[in-house]
């Protein structure tokens, strides 16, 4: 009995994994080999114009120390944290306070919700025009308005004080559906019985949040996070559109810093090294948000 | 068996090759087929008004040869990344392609690009009557490989002048277009808001709409292109120019001057929303097309002298082969036909084109006369701008690094004007990461 159980289940491992290759095949061809030809092409010097600088191992950290001790890499880190921060901060709290607004079971409340979804499903680069379009003091409507008041603001977009936060506004009206929506899901599932005790025990408004539902939301809100702090990374075509990494440099975040490397300048080597930065620093940060994520609800 | 197993292969490659000869393309030539019959070019631009002009005239290369033609104009930042990809990488994706002034140096220094005198030498491939000769010496030059082999043939001779959409407003202030840089600030300070209408603006590339007036002030790029690569972007003449350029904009360009592009102030000077700018030729002279609302109160005039002389920026750009293609004679015959006298004389009829590379049709008396706006010999400034690029100025501008430069002198120009940096600051900010940027592609300094 127990040689069959022992023979059974090495036949079930057996199978497992024989239907596990053809998967795994797929999962290295498609993710893993470019990644660690990512990784390689970073230890050479490679570029188009010399053709064989892809094999060429001699310095394989010089990319590196290139980005890390010389170059703008840093000042571009430097920015896409100030721009992951304003971005994540405003739709985390947009997104929970609409979610709550927007927590019961009217029609019209539906209706809403769907509106709200709108400009997340647009195209980025859709957004991008849009947004492209209302920082352009000549054909802005915004800028018409303030102007019948005889307001003339100077353009957002071509500061360098507020070139920043204006990106991280469209990216909020962008993504902060997002947030609402994953908190909203939250909430709808939250039971009503704790809500009612709170109430019964004369809870106010805010406590009724911050000890109750906030609790509950935190685990989703918390994924919610970790998406758009990864996706903030990537933050690409409302910086292309609207202000090409400029005024000077002041949002040439890290992505829009590799782009110029790479495409502009043909340092493909170099765009490769960015790149794997990068990589790394989003692996570190979603396991370090994993991590709080997992002990939050025991907190809790 | 023998016998049966050769009978079926003679029957299998019988088969195989009527069933290749049937694939679109492939088949042989019947009496009186066009010569590219099943040919597909890709051919590709940035938007520009003569490659958009000129897809106007394509389906009458297709109709003429049998080819299908794709063509694609992106916008030039998007044209040159996309194409510096395809052309590195050897891909066969693009049969003729636009090489790009600012990228000769890499281009064409690195064999992306076919030379051309082979195909120009064939006389089976490029009759006599064709006349590469024909084509002003300025603007082939550049397209010189070091072997002195021509890589491209040059479209346009893109010509720096200044255009003032509202000429009348600044004859209204008793002044005239200005000559010199002294005269600009006076004359913008005279007609800036007039109409509602703000006075000056230039595109956002500043990499080539400030070296004209570096070079005005005395400064210059590099110490000594293309043999002395050493920046100078931090003498008093260079911050003294970043200065002044960057007071004009400052003082007189719409809200949000940094954000606009080339097509952006053409359509502001075609609309009049401003009123004077250095810019292209192809540019300012769509002022006096039709499409534009200033074609009566347009006026032109040569790029402004500085103190240290007149510098107007030249840039050529030509039709190439890339080094990948699978058809280059097609791609030839494509570019023949694209740059022959014929159809550019018509392109100059139809459509009031102007920025000839040639000089048979530049010379015309009636391409002098149809290029007379509002008064303004418009020709002769093309003409005289042509000549004095030929003192050699631009080198600087097709160095392989130049690219680098170029960046750094946008950003430089971009902290100047949005108040982030002085000029002082900027330009030395420029100059040490121009040199950082040189000695890492390998300039020895």
């Known amino acids: ?300 | 068996m023998r016998g049966t197993i050769r009978r079926r292969q003679v029957l299998a490659a019988g088969t195989t090759a009527a069933g290749l000869l049937a694939l679109p393309g492939k088949a042989p030539a019947a009496g009186g087929a066009k010569p590219l019959s099943g040919v597909t070019l890709n051919i590709s631009c940035w938007s520009a008004p003569y490659p958009l002009l000129l897809a106007k005239y394509i389906p009458e290369f297709e109709a003429e040869t049998g080819a299908r033609v794709i063509y694609t104009t992106p916008s030039f930042p998007i044209y040159n990344q996309r194409m510096g990809l395809a052309l590195a990488t050897k891909s066969d994706a693009y049969d003729v392609v636009n090489v790009t002034f600012i990228f000769i140096g890499q281009w064409v220094g690195a064999g992306w690009v076919m030379p051309l005198d082979p195909f120009i030498a064939d006389p089976a491939r490029t009759p006599a009557s064709w006349d590469a000769k024909d084509f002003f010496p300025g603007t082939t030059t550049a397209f010189r490989n070091a072997q002195g082999q021509l890589c491209a043939i040059p479209w346009i001779a893109d010509v720096m002048m200044g255009g003032a959409s509202r000429y009348d407003l600044i004859r209204k202030a008793g002044l005239g277009l200005p000559d010199t840089f002294a005269e600009m600030p006076k004359m913008l300070a005279a007609v800036n808001g007039k109409d509602g209408v703000p006075g000056f603006l230039t595109e956002n590339h500043y990499g080539w709409t400030f070296p004209g007036y570096l070079q005005g002030f005395g400064g210059n790029i590099f110490r000594n292109p293309p043999h002395d690569l050493m920046p100078v972007l931090d003498t008093p003449a260079a911050v003294e120019a970043a200065g002044f350029f960057s007071d004009l904009l400052r003082k007189y360009a719409p809200r949000g001057a940094l954000s606009y592009t080339y097509d952006e102030v053409v359509a502001a000077l075609k609309s009049g929303k401003v009123n004077y700018a250095t810019e292209n030729e192809a540019f300012v002279t769509q002022m006096a097309q039709p499409g534009s609302t200033v074609t009566e109160t347009c006026g032109f005039s040569l790029f402004p002298a500085g103190p240290a002389g007149r510098f107007p920026q030249v840039a050529t750009h030509g039709w190439g082969i890339p080094a990948g293609s699978r058809n280059k004679d097609a791609a030839w015959q494509f570019i023949t036909w694209a740059m022959s006298q014929k159809l550019l004389l018509r392109m100059f009829r139809e459509h009031g084109w102007s920025s000839v590379t040639r000089r048979s049709i530049v010379e015309l008396p009636e391409f002098r006369s149809k290029l007379t706006f509002n008064g303004f010999d418009v020709a002769k400034m093309y003409l005289d701008t042509v000549e004095l690029a030929a003192k050699g100025y631009m080198a600087y501008r097709t160095v392989p690094p130049y690219p680098q430069v170029d960046r750094q002198i946008d950003i430089a120009i971009q902290g100047i004007v949005s108040g982030e940096k002085t000029a002082q600051q900027a330009m030395a900010a420029a100059q040490r990461n121009s040199i950082a940027q040189l000695r890492r592609a390998g300039v020895k300094l």
């Not at chain 1, 971005?87 to 409340?109: C, I, K, P, R, Y």
């Not at chain 1, 008041?149 to 360098?160: D, H, V």
């Not at chain 1, 702090?229 to 409302?238: N, Q």
Request: charged share 10%.
């Open chain 1, 1 to 300: 009995m127990a040689a069959g159980s022992t023979a059974w289940s090495i036949e079930q491992r057996r199978a497992f994994t024989v239907g596990l290759v053809p998967a795994l095949v797929v999962l290295a061809v498609v993710t893993l080999g470019p990644a660690i030809y990512l990784v390689v092409t970073s230890l050479t010097p490679l570029t188009p114009i010399h053709p064989g600088s892809g094999l060429d191992f001699s310095t394989p950290f010089a990319n590196y120390r290139q980005a890390l001790f010389t170059g703008s890499f840093d000042h571009s880190v430097w920015l896409q944290c100030e721009l992951s921060a304003i971005t994540v901060g405003l739709q985390t709290l947009l997104g929970v306070a609409v979610a709550l607004l927007l927590n019961s079971e009217s029609g019209f409340m539906r209706a809403v919700r769907t509106g709200f979804l709108v400009p997340m499903v647009l195209p980025p680069i859709v957004v991008a025009i849009i947004w492209k379009i209302l920082y352009t003091p000549d054909v802005s409507p915004v800028y018409a308005m303030l102007g019948a008041f005889g307001l003339r603001p100077g353009a957002l977009i071509t500061s360098p004080v507020w070139a920043l936060p204006a990106i991280a506004l469209a990216d909020t009206w962008e993504w902060f559906p997002f947030t609402m929506l994953m908190v909203l899901a939250a909430l709808q599932m939250m039971p009503n019985e704790p809500i009612e005790a709170a109430r019964i025990d004369g809870a106010s408004a805010w406590q009724m949040f911050w000890y109750v539902r906030l609790p509950f939301i935190r685990p989703a809100l918390m994924v919610a996070v970790l998406f758009r702090l990864i996706d903030s990374i990537k933050a690409f075509p409302l910086i292309y559109v609207l202000t090409n990494g400029g005024p000077g440099q002041v949002t040439e975040v890290t992505n829009y810093y590799a782009f110029i490397q790479t495409f502009n300048f043909a340092y493909w080597g170099y765009g490769a090294a960015i790149a794997t930065l990068m990589v790394a620093g989003v692996f570190a940060l979603s396991l370090l948000l994993a991590r709080l994520g997992a002990v939050a609800p025991d907190d809790a």
